[in-house]
C-alpha cells in the first residue's frame, strides 16, 4: 500500500514476484499436523515453540506467508489471525484453507502497524516473517501493543553467527569464518534481491526487546538432526551440525 514504508512495499513486491516458487512448500506445511520449524525441519517436540494449550487463545502470525504455521494453531484450539503483506501468499494461503477446509482471518497488512486494539491476543508467532522482513524498531513494539500482559512472542530466525558467516555478495553456504562486522548490523540487502531482511547482534535484540516491554524468557540455537535434510542453500548440514544456522526468541509481555 501507498503510505507503507519504503522497505514494506520492497518486500511485498518480492514475495508477490516469488510466491509461486512457496505454494508447494506451503501445502506440504498445511499437510503436517505436527509442526515443523525452519529449514531443517525441526520438530516441535525439539523445540518447543508453542505454548502447552492454545485452546480458546487468541493468537496472531506476524508476516504468515502461506499461513501453514497458522493453520497448526488453529487445529490446536486457538483463534488466530494470519498478517501478510503479500496478496499472493495470501491468495495461496486462502485457497489452502478451502482444500484443508479450516477458516481462520487473513489480513492483507504491515506487521509493524497492525489494524488491532491494544492487548488483543494472548500469543504472537513468526517464523521468517516479520522477524525478519519488518524493521525490529517497529514491529517489536507492535507485538508488544498487540499482546496481553503475560502474553508471549516466539520467533525464528537466521542465527547472528549465521549473518556474519555470509559474504556481501550474498554467496551461498556460509563459510567457516567470520565475513562481515558484527558492529551496526541491521538492515540487510543482498546483491541482486528486491527485498530488504534485518539482522540484529543478540545485545541489540535484547534491547529492542526489553525497550518494547519483554522479558526474555529462552534463546535456542536450533541444530538439526545428523540425518535432516533442506532444500534451502543457506548452510550445508556440517555447518549447521557445528553452529546455529537459525536461532529462536521466547520472550515475555510483562505486565
Not at 13 to 33: I, M, T
Request: aromatic share 10%; net charge negative; with cysteine.
Amino acid at each position: 500500500m501507498s503510505d507503507w514504508p519504503e522497505h514494506v512495499r520492497r518486500n511485498e513486491a518480492r514475495w508477490d514476484e516469488r510466491a509461486r516458487e512457496y505454494a508447494g512448500p506451503g501445502a506440504r506445511g498445511w499437510a503436517r499436523d505436527e509442526p515443523e520449524w525452519g529449514v531443517w525441519r525441526v520438530p516441535e517436540s525439539e523445540l518447543g515453540l508453542l505454548p502447552t494449550s492454545l485452546a480458546g487463545q487468541d493468537v496472531i502470525e506476524l508476516g504468515c506467508g502461506t499461513a501453514y504455521v497458522s493453520a497448526w494453531l488453529a487445529r490446536r484450539g486457538a483463534r488466530v489471525v494470519g498478517v501478510d503483506s503479500s496478496q499472493a501468499q495470501l491468495t495461496t494461503a486462502r485457497r489452502l484453507q478451502q482444500e484443508h477446509r479450516l477458516e481462520f482471518p487473513l489480513l492483507h497488512g504491515n506487521a509493524e502497524a497492525v489494524p488491532y486494539p491494544d492487548a488483543s491476543f494472548d500469543f504472537a508467532i513468526s517464523e521468517y516473517g516479520a522477524c525478519l522482513w519488518a524493521d525490529p524498531h517497529r514491529w517489536v513494539p507492535e507485538a508488544a501493543r498487540l499482546l496481553r500482559p503475560g502474553g508471549r512472542l516466539v520467533f525464528l530466525t537466521n542465527a547472528f553467527l549465521h549473518t556474519l558467516c555470509v559474504p556481501a555478495e550474498g554467496e551461498f553456504p556460509a563459510a567457516d569464518r567470520l565475513l562481515r562486522p558484527a558492529f551496526g548490523m541491521c538492515r540487510v540487502e543482498w546483491p541482486g534481491e528486491t527485498g530488504v531482511e534485518f539482522h540484529l547482534s543478540h545485545g541489540d535484540w535484547i534491547r529492542i526487546l526489553r525497550g518494547a516491554g519483554f522479558e526474555i524468557e529462552d534463546l535456542i540455537d536450533v541444530r538439526p538432526s545428523p540425518t535432516s535434510t533442506t532444500r534451502w542453500p543457506f548452510a550445508t548440514l556440517e555447518w549447521s551440525r557445528q553452529w546455529p544456522c537459525e536461532e529462536v526468541w521466547k520472550v515475555l509481555r510483562r505486565g
